[in-house]
């Protein structure tokens, strides 16, 4: 089985970080592998595990995406391509889905292509299904375990979260899937894995290599701003009466009630 | 008195005895030659330090069971002497007119003598102690895994030796003395008293050469016999002191070298991937449990003894003696046949097995490269140490906190930063624990009022520093140490001419000691020491203090590895405050549980914990506070302490003296 995992590297929110000009400042931020990419990297090895197959993780973004990769080839994949874009976060998801879809073209597409749920850092989780439609591809949401694997057809059945319940299907493949957590903690790279990672070759494409123009490709215009800082008022509660409606002033003046 | 066939005999039977001497030796050298690495080359002051202090006087033995030692001393001696008599006793019989004559003979027959004496005595003493007595000293619990010929080994080997030493010295005291029938001699006082006992009026001529036949079989069948008994421990104790060069400290590691791209294998755990050290260790080993009595984890009840291991490993490789050409095929791994893996894990990296080993063995060595082993070649470690390596990847902290967090607790606090201070006297390296651990804030908090109050040139790095990677190395990642010592020492060099101080053992121990391998020479000082420094130059004023007393906890690698010992004990002496020892104190400390990565995961199976069996002994000193200097063992204690009936504060030796600073500083 051929298996492509679409990864990203992500603004690591658990450190902190500073947005400027509408924008993540990369000074002041660091960036880690999406930790939801990592499951659909986990699950992708498992099944290749058993049922044979080769992984290969694609990512669109700058040179420190690598990172991420390696990551994937750390913990076992045997291929990463890098599709080098400046600013991955300025394409709409739209594009961004075409670019992928592009790049597996040129990888001669795959038998699955997974994702993972959603970025760690928007936390739209919109990209598999757009891939699905541009790719043209089944796409199942929310997969979380694989079932059975019928070779003859090329029929896989698997559990996947429904609107309230779990539900198993049977499908053909190609597939899209977008994975959550429950194929379980994503392995720890090995030393050696690591090792071999660091020294892999990673094959980096840009959009010309994909047949694609930048000019096809319409900025998403997102423009971030920094929360506005939170403010505390102290009121003073000897008195009740004067205190609730102090308090119902405030919620006016918001518009909250 | 021997006659030509006997002689004829008696000279076949010494080529024998001397060809299969040499084909042992020669065996030796293959199965040597399987370890990795070379063996340091002998020079002449080691080789007379050894001879001398470690052959003639035994000097690490003495530090535990004097008794013992005494007639094992006796039985040393009067084995070195016995090589003369042996000698000129087969001299002697070949050329009956070669006998040392005067003064020098007399003395000759006299030391034979006495030492006969006391060798029988102290081997009587030998038996007596592990079959009469039975003593405890010298079991291994039997849950801890030893091969099985290992334990017919010890017992068959202990009653073989003991009889052949009998023999050999018995034999040769009797047939002297019936030598002596006819005429005493003043200089042979036991042989002569025997010799009236036996009261034969003519010389036995028959009993004589029954004897004396005795003492020269045994003699013969012993030396070649030496390979299989521990006994040879004679002749590999003094190479394993003359082969092995000076360690740095006792819990030096094997160098590795990462940038190696052709390594394949990393750490051991096979035998032919151990340094040939390891091979030293094992026929050194005399099997005296002494690592074992002073292993931590060994007394909490887990499966590590120290002692297992060696003794193991020399059972192992014994199984190759015969053959050992074919060693490289044992597909075993150390693992399965040395030492379980659960106890690989249990150990604390505590050091007091290499330490307290008198034939200069190093357990923890070997522990330490099958950590390597299972870590990085294997990838199998507990669970737990992926969060570790994780957030020392990450966050370059084992907390997984954010680095930008790490001058936190100096909130409130004027702690210059490098960047407020680039030319500091003193470059205050503060820790991941300092950093980020609640108890250990509470120490730098001291520590900075008690720099602020001594009015010096100090700075800290607070972002610029991460951990050393000590967890990472004695866990066995020793590329994720590797990736961060060389970080440090970038930021490190920076400040070359800054006295460094660290309020954490193991951050002292690895910047002092082990970044050296990258070419560091970094002028380190633990904070105890800086503190006493102050004390005397009288830059702290300190208030009169308490009376209760306070026991101190030497931390391991600060105490028994680095030798630090006395600043924190003459700091609380000048403060007024008095102090209880521990029954186990200085190099002999008693390892809180916390090391060899012993902080970031589950205790191995045990019957009781480390930290509560230290914090027990320090209960029994009846101290009212228990002090220490490591954030490791504040942890530990305070743990122990929350869960005992009885609490006594831990606190540093920092905070200790915080407290009676007069005035703290604005
Ligand atoms: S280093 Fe300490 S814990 Fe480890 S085996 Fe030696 S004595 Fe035991
Ligand atoms: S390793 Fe050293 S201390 Fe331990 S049993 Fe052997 S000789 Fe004794």
Redesign the pocket.
């Given at each position: 089985m051929k298996i492509i995992v679409c990864i990203k590297q992500v603004v690591d929110i658990t450190n902190h970080f500073r947005i400027s000009n509408g924008e993540i400042d990369p000074d002041q931020s660091s960036t880690i592998l999406n930790p939801w990419d990592e499951f659909a990297i986990e699950a992708a090895l498992q099944i290749a595990e058993s049922y044979g197959g080769e992984v290969t993780v694609i990512t669109v973004g700058t040179m420190d995406s690598q990172t991420g990769l390696r990551h994937a080839l750390a913990m076992g994949c045997q291929q990463a391509i890098h599709v080098v874009e400046e600013n991955p976060d300025q394409l709409a998801g739209l594009d961004l889905a075409k670019t992928l879809s592009a790049a597996v073209y040129k990888l001669e597409g795959a038998d699955l292509i997974l994702f993972g749920k959603q970025s760690a850092d928007f936390e739209y989780g919109i990209l598999p299904a757009l891939f699905a439609q541009v790719h043209s591809t089944l796409f199942i949401p929310f997969v979380s375990a694989i079932d059975g694997w019928d070779a003859s057809n090329q029929m896989l059945t698997l559990t996947h979260q429904g609107h309230s319940e779990k539900q198993q299907v049977s499908a053909k493949l190609p597939l899209v899937l977008s994975i959550n957590k429950d194929f379980g903690e994503p392995r720890f790279p090995s030393f050696m894995g690591s090792r071999k990672a660091k020294k892999a070759e990673i094959p980096q494409w840009n959009l010309s290599d994909l047949g694609l123009e930048s000019t096809d490709l319409i900025p998403s215009g997102l423009e971030l701003k920094a929360e506005p800082q939170k403010t505390l008022t102290w009121i003073d509660g000897t008195n009740p009466e004067t205190a609730a409606a102090e308090i119902k002033t405030i919620l006016h003046k918001e518009g909250l009630i | 008195m021997f006659s030509l066939i006997e002689k004829l005999i008696l000279f076949i039977l010494i080529s024998l005895s001397f060809i299969l001497t040499l084909k042992w030796i020669r065996h030796f050298k293959i199965l040597i030659q399987h370890g990795k690495g070379s063996l340091h080359k002998p020079i002449i002051p080691l080789i007379a330090k050894t001879i001398f202090l470690d052959l003639v006087l035994l000097k690490p033995t003495w530090r535990k069971r004097f008794i013992t030692n005494l007639s094992h001393l006796f039985i040393v001696w009067g084995f070195l002497f016995y090589l003369f008599v042996n000698f000129f006793d087969i001299l002697t019989l070949f050329f009956p007119n070669l006998v040392l004559q005067g003064l020098i003979g007399n003395l000759f027959r006299l030391f034979a003598d006495v030492f006969s004496g006391f060798i029988l005595l102290s081997i009587s003493y030998f038996v007596l102690r592990r079959w009469l007595w039975k003593s405890p000293a010298l079991k291994i619990r039997p849950e801890i895994p030893l091969l099985p010929s290992a334990k017919t080994g010890i017992k068959r080997d202990s009653i073989l030796v003991a009889s052949l030493i009998f023999l050999h010295v018995g034999s040769r005291l009797i047939g002297e003395s019936l030598r002596l029938v006819q005429h005493t001699d003043p200089w042979q006082p036991l042989a002569s008293s025997l010799s009236i006992i036996w009261g034969f009026s003519v010389f036995p001529a028959g009993l004589w050469h029954l004897f004396t036949w005795l003492t020269i079989l045994t003699i013969l069948v012993f030396i070649p016999y030496f390979p299989f008994s521990k006994h040879i421990?004679l002749i590999f104790t003094p190479l394993n002191f003359i082969f092995k060069p000076e360690r740095k400290t006792i819990t030096e590691l094997e160098h590795l070298d990462l940038e190696d791209e052709t390594l394949e294998i990393f750490g051991a755990n096979q035998f032919d991937q151990l340094p040939k050290t390891a091979f030293l260790?094992a026929y050194?080993?005399?099997?005296?449990?002494?690592?074992?009595e002073v292993c931590p984890p060994y007394q909490a009840g887990s499966l590590l003894s120290?002692?297992a291991l060696?003794?193991n490993k020399r059972y192992a490789l014994q199984e190759f003696f015969t053959k050992p050409e074919t060693l490289g095929l044992n597909q075993d791994t150390l693992t399965v046949q040395v030492i379980p893996e659960e106890a690989v894990w249990a150990c604390t990296a505590c050091g007091a097995?290499t330490d307290?080993?008198?034939?200069n063995?190093e357990?923890l060595r070997d522990i330490l490269e099958i950590r390597r082993h299972l870590t990085l070649t294997q990838n199998e470690f507990p669970k737990p140490f992926e969060i570790l390596y994780k957030n020392l990847e990450r966050q370059t902290n084992p907390w997984g906190l954010p680095q930008k967090d790490r001058l936190r607790w100096a909130d409130g606090l004027s702690v210059p930063t490098v960047e407020e201070n680039p030319t500091p006297d003193y470059l205050w390296w503060v820790g991941c624990a300092g950093a980020f651990d609640n108890r250990a804030q509470k120490t730098s908090v001291a520590m900075a009022k008690i720099l602020n109050h001594s009015q010096v040139s100090y700075a800290v790095l607070g972002e610029l520093e991460s951990c050393t990677g000590d967890s990472a190395r004695r866990t066995g990642r020793e590329d994720i140490f590797y990736e961060m010592a060389l970080n440090n020492l970038e930021v490190l060099n920076q400040f070359p001419s800054a006295k460094i101080i660290t309020t954490c053992p193991h951050c002292y121990h690895t910047l002092k000691n082990e970044y050296v391998e990258f070419g560091a020479n970094l002028d380190v000082m633990h904070h105890t020491e800086l503190i006493q420094q102050f004390v005397q130059e009288n830059k702290l004023t300190l208030n009169t203090p308490s009376s209760s007393p306070v026991t101190y906890h030497d931390p391991c690698y600060l105490g028994r590895v680095n030798q630090v010992f006395d600043p924190p004990r003459e700091t609380l002496q000048d403060s007024g405050i008095s102090l209880t020892e521990l029954s186990q104190n200085k190099a002999n400390t008693f390892c809180c549980g916390a090391g060899g990565g012993q902080m970031w995961k589950e205790n191995e199976p045990s019957q009781s914990q480390v930290n509560h069996i230290r914090y027990q002994q320090a209960l029994n000193t009846q101290a009212a506070c228990l002090a220490t200097a490591c954030p490791f063992c504040k942890t530990m204690f305070s743990d122990a302490a929350a869960s005992h009936k009885q609490q006594i504060p831990v606190l540093d030796i920092a905070e200790l003296i915080v407290s009676q600073i007069e005035k703290e500083p604005l």
């Open positions: - | 421990h260790d050194a080993c005399i099997m005296c449990m002494r690592c074992q120290p002692a060696e003794i097995c307290i080993c008198p034939v063995n357990p």
